[in-house]
């Protein structure tokens, strides 16, 4: 079955940095876009970025752009986000997401939170 499971989040200062990783099995990873989203406390769950299946494309949130970098290593069925310059509003859980034929995926997330 199609599993993902998000490592890397944590407890860092403002401007700080954090790479969140995401293992993914069960389905053919190098087939499929993968996504990051992210949940703030009594807000709805927001995207945060896209890769295509290769790699080639990233998309991004408005507010991520220039600041946030997703990236994917298809021999090891992995997606990651490297986030810099973060601020405390950046502080959510963040998931990862893959969608299979109209279905989507989640994982468990990971508690990312950003004060001093």
């Known amino acids: 079955q199609v599993q993902l499971v998000e490592s890397g989040g944590g407890l860092v200062q403002p401007g700080g940095s954090l790479r969140l990783s995401c293992a993914a099995s069960?389905?053919?990873?190098?087939?499929?876009?993968m996504s990051w989203y992210r949940q703030a406390p009594g807000k709805e769950r927001e995207l945060v970025a896209t890769?295509?299946?290769?790699?080639?494309?990233?998309n991004y949130a408005d507010s991520m752009k220039g600041r946030f970098t997703i990236s994917r290593d298809n021999a090891k069925y992995t997606v990651y986000l490297q986030m810099n310059s973060l601020k405390s509003e950046d502080t959510a859980v963040y998931y990862c997401?893959?969608?299979?034929?109209?279905?989507?995926?989640w994982g468990q997330g990971t508690q990312v939170t950003v004060s001093s």
């Open positions: 997401n893959v969608a299979i034929h109209y279905v989507h995926y």
């Open positions: 069960g389905f053919s990873f190098s087939g499929f876009a």
């Open positions: 890769i295509t299946s290769s790699g080639s494309t990233t």
